[in-house]
């Protein structure tokens, strides 16, 4: 049987499971207008007579690829700009972007046909990117107060304009098409987005007002350990627990009900002997799961269908400092791997290119239909 004819006839198999749900949508919607849509629908085996439950895209023009890779850029810190009397270590200028640069990415990336997505969509398997785009995910390391930070104005705690998530609001003011969207990964340890760790200057607002406010312009917060511990270190699951766990509960203690949903590893390394602790587990009777764990990696992320996905080793790439070097996500631009991932415009439906089928593992598509072109 070939893959083609192997894929109808799950989508076959798709309809009749779906063709209550789909007729009673229709039904509904269709109701005011139409007053014979009311009449109960007769239940039928027969699934050839069930309509494509699928929006109409245009295929060849759209050319969706949903079991391609996804760029998750990791960033660090940002400054306005570098001071010519100043010497910074190589470190330093690896992980550390000018404002003015991401505010020049973002129209590249606009351009380039890629859109925001979240890390949660990904980890859920649910892009809603438009028909046609590439997916994006950018996520922040370390809480530092140049990704993220409030300050005092006439008495009001109102968002630093020197700071990327201003960047990335204020774009997405301007092309509300792109999204919005982000990843903060912190260490709630070391009292996130308050004090610029270079200049020693504190930023405003108290921990909860800093975490709300991303949280309520949709920004997501993940963990990355309760002091940006070296997981490797660790000999004991009670450290793991503590690093890990405690960084969920003093979420807790700071954002009501707010739950983790995955963890940035510190250094990009972890434990191979206590990694189920890293992956999830009870601290002080909080319990804690991460669904995904993201590496400091140096490729796109495979799809969350491709058989080798594996949730707890998901690649990012790092965002390009002032110091480039291969593999980071200028040179990924430059020399884009196939296949990307280019969204159908509906999470609930998994498209992808017959010639591509080889990196669909069917058994990770869930309630999806797949739609094979
Ligand atoms: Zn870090």
Redesign the pocket.
């Known amino acids: 049987m070939n893959m083609r004819r192997l894929a109808i006839i799950l989508l076959a198999l798709a309809l009749v499971v779906g063709a209550e749900a789909v007729l009673l949508t229709r039904f509904a919607g269709d109701s005011a207008s139409a007053p014979q849509a009311t009449a109960t629908p007769v239940p039928t085996a027969e699934p050839t007579a069930t309509p494509t439950p699928t929006p109409e895209i245009d295929l060849e023009k759209t050319k969706p690829n949903e079991a391609g890779e996804v760029p998750i850029v990791m960033f660090h810190a940002f400054v306005d700009e570098l001071d010519p009397n100043e010497t910074y270590s190589n470190d330093f200028l690896r992980y550390t972007q000018s404002l003015s640069y991401l505010r020049d990415l973002l129209g590249r990336l606009y351009e380039m046909g890629y859109r925001m997505t979240s890390m949660n969509d990904f980890l859920n398997n649910e892009i809603k990117v438009e028909a046609g785009y590439k997916p994006i995910i950018f996520t922040f390391?370390?809480g530092t107060p140049s990704q993220f930070s409030l300050i005092e104005q006439d008495g009001a705690l109102v968002l630093n304009p020197d700071c990327a998530v201003a960047v990335l609001m204020d774009f997405y003011e301007e092309h509300p098409d792109f999204g919005l969207g982000g990843t903060f990964?912190v260490n709630m340890g070391v009292s996130p987005f308050y004090e610029e760790r270079s200049s020693g200057q504190q930023l405003a607002g108290t921990l909860q007002e800093r975490l709300q406010y991303l949280i309520d312009q949709g920004f997501e917060v993940g963990n990355?350990t309760y002091s940006?511990y070296s997981l490797p270190d660790a000999t004991d699951a009670e450290t793991v627990l503590y690093q890990v766990g405690k960084n969920q509960a003093a979420m807790y203690e700071t954002i009501d009900g707010y739950t983790f949903t995955s963890l940035?590893l510190?250094?990009g390394s972890t434990t191979a002997d206590l990694f189920e602790y890293v992956k999830g587990g009870v601290y002080e009777g909080v319990e804690y799961k991460n669904q995904g764990i993201v590496e400091v990696g140096w490729d796109p992320a495979i799809s969350p269908v491709n058989p080798d996905y594996d949730p707890y080793s998901i690649h990012r790439i790092r965002g390009t400092g002032f110091l480039a070097e291969d593999c980071d996500f200028e040179w990924w631009l430059e020399n884009p791997r196939e296949p990307e991932y280019v969204s159908d415009g509906d999470p609930n439906t998994i498209t992808v290119p017959e010639a591509y089928m080889s990196l669909v593992d069917q058994s990770k598509l869930g309630s999806k239909q797949l739609r094979v072109y």
């Open positions: 390391d370390d990964y990355h940006h940035s510190p250094f």
